[in-house]
Every structure is written in structure tokens, then in C-alpha cells.
T-cell receptor, first 113, second 111 residues
Framework: ETGVTQSPTHLIKTRGQQVTLRCSSQSGHNTVSWYQQALGQGPQFIFQYYREEENGRGNFPPRFSGLQFPNYSSELNVNALELDDSALYLC????????????FGSGTRLTVV | KQEVTQIPAALSVPEGENLVLNCSFTDSAIYNLQWFRQDPGKGLTSLLLIQSSQREQTSGRLNASLDKSSGRSTLYIAASQPGDSATYLCAVPGSQGNLIFGKGTKLSVKP
């Protein structure tokens, strides 16, 4: 059973640029969700994808967007990067509604300068 | 609106102590609760998942309990070790099938 894989592990971007983060889900899971974690805080829900459709979204602006592919992997895209977007981005996979819990990846550390 | 609170925010104990981490939530209509461990700068590792029909789950030296009616869960760590040093997060399902997290308890176990 493969776990959740995220790439890249770290990256540095300049304010105003765009970034794409990637996530492969655990084998058998068809739902992927993304979270942003600022230093010293709990993860905050960005959005969730099920069957290639966004089916839930937290309090994040539209410049945060995503995709889910037929193999259930996912991308998180952030446009017009701001300094406050610097954070650890976590991807989680699960069955619908997380009925059997969530599996998280190791995260992508994004630094915006 | 579901809110999750974890107390204490930080805890430092000598090696070998038994300890309890607390998690409370405002909306008791949850179907499960999950405890995670996070090492600095790393992702989340699932420790225990408790379904609403269960009152306890155990894994090795870890035991988690759930009392839905009072909106509380505890994570008990027996015979703590320096390798247990990490931040422990609890999370409950939100209305969109997402997870709602507390801010975590940062545990330091001193040799």
C-alpha cells in the first residue's frame, strides 16, 4: 500500500509568481484535500476534490485553485503569490467524508520572498 | 461552527512519565476523531482513529478515548520516551468532509 506523496518538498518563489504543488493519493483513496499550515498553527482546510470535482472549500480566495486527475492525484495552484502564502502545504487522501480517516503526505514548504 | 481546542499548548516531562493530552470540540455530532503526530517541519502521521461508536482505541503505548456527549477526547501516552517529542494534533470532521484541527500540543520529553 503506497502512501501519499507530495512534490516538491521545498520551493522558494517571488511575490506575484504562480506555483503548482502536486500530490499522489494513497492507493484505494478517491478523495484528496489540501491544507495550509502556518507556523505554530493547526492546518487550515483549502479545498477538497472527489471524482475530479471540487466538493468543498475553506476560506481561501479564488487564486487558490486545484485539479484532480482520473488516477486521483491532485494539484494545488496558487496565483499572484503573496508573502502570507508562505506556509507548509499538506495534502491528504481518504475515502469520501473521511469515514476511515485521512492519510497525509509529508508536505511542501513554500517560501514567498 | 465546529471549533477544536487542545490543552495544554505545550508540555515538558521527564522520560518515563505517563501523560495525558486533551482535546475538546464544540459540536458533538461527529462520526470520528483522529489524533496525529507532527515532527518539526514534517507532515502528519496518523496515530489513532476513533469512530463515534467506540469509546477507546489503543496502539502500543498510546490510548485515545472519546466522549462525544461532553465533547472531549484524551490521548494517553504511557512511559514517555524522548522519541515521543513532537506536536500532537487532534481533528474532527467538518461539514464539508474536511478535517478541523486544534492548534496542537507541543510535547517535549527530557532524557
Amino acid at each position: 500500500e503506497t502512501g501519499v506523496t507530495q512534490s516538491p518538498t521545498h520551493l522558494i518563489k517571488t511575490r506575484g509568481q504562480q506555483v503548482t504543488l502536486r500530490c499522489s493519493s494513497q492507493s484505494g483513496h478517491n478523495t484528496v484535500s489540501w491544507y495550509q499550515q502556518a507556523l505554530g498553527q493547526g492546518p487550515q482546510f483549502i479545498f477538497q476534490y472527489y471524482r475530479e470535482e471540487e466538493n468543498g472549500r475553506g476560506n481561501f480566495p479564488p487564486r487558490f485553485s486545484g485539479l484532480q486527475f482520473p488516477n486521483y492525484s491532485s494539484e494545488l495552484n496558487v496565483n499572484a503569490l503573496e508573502l502570507d502564502d508562505s506556509a507548509l502545504y499538506l495534502c491528504a487522501s481518504s475515502y469520501p467524508q473521511g469515514m476511515y480517516g485521512y492519510t497525509f503526505g509529508s508536505g511542501t514548504r513554500l517560501t514567498v520572498v | 461552527k465546529q471549533e477544536v481546542t487542545q490543552i495544554p499548548a505545550a508540555l515538558s516531562v521527564p522520560e518515563g512519565e505517563n501523560l495525558v493530552l486533551n482535546c475538546s470540540f464544540t459540536d458533538s455530532a461527529i462520526y470520528n476523531l483522529q489524533w496525529f503526530r507532527q515532527d518539526p517541519g514534517k507532515g502528519l502521521t496518523s496515530l489513532l482513529l476513533i469512530q463515534s461508536s467506540q469509546r477507546e482505541q489503543t496502539s502500543g503505548r498510546l490510548n485515545a478515548s472519546l466522549d462525544k456527549s461532553s465533547g472531549r477526547s484524551t490521548l494517553y501516552i504511557a512511559a514517555s520516551q524522548p522519541g515521543d517529542s513532537a506536536t500532537y494534533l487532534c481533528a474532527v470532521p467538518g461539514s464539508q468532509g474536511n478535517l478541523i484541527f486544534g492548534k496542537g500540543t507541543k510535547l517535549s520529553v527530557k532524557p
